[in-house]
């Protein structure tokens, strides 16, 4: 467990470098993906780990949600 405490910590620190990154849990990535259109989901399957995109991700995200439909209510939530 060490291992992962210090991996964290260094995850964080390098977080602090830059403003468009965010450590979130598992459950909370997962949530934010169920709730992304197929066109941005599409999208970042096209970037390479690591890879920032040019412009950031918030111009990248912005930019491939308007050019794609959002995504329609499930049957299940009517």
Same mark, same amino acid.
């Given at each position: 467990?060490?291992?992962?405490?210090?991996?964290?910590?260094?995850?964080?620190?390098?977080?602090?470098?830059?403003?468009?990154?965010?450590?979130?849990?598992? %459950?909370?990535? $997962?949530?934010?993906?169920?709730?992304? !259109?197929?066109?941005?989901? /599409? @999208?970042?399957?096209?970037?390479?780990?690591?890879?920032?995109?040019?412009?950031?991700?918030?111009?990248?995200? %912005?930019?491939? $949600?308007?050019?794609?439909?959002?995504? !329609?209510?499930?049957?299940? /939530? @009517?």
């Amino acid at each position: 467990m060490d291992a992962v405490e210090e991996a964290l910590v260094h995850i964080a620190r390098e977080r602090e470098k830059a403003e468009d990154a965010r450590v979130v849990s598992s %459950r909370r990535s $997962a949530d934010w993906l169920d709730v992304r !259109s197929p066109g941005i989901l /599409a @999208a970042l399957r096209s970037t390479d780990a690591g890879e920032r995109p040019a412009g950031g991700w918030s111009t990248f995200l %912005r930019d491939k $949600a308007r050019a794609t439909p959002a995504p !329609s209510a499930s049957p299940s /939530a @009517a």
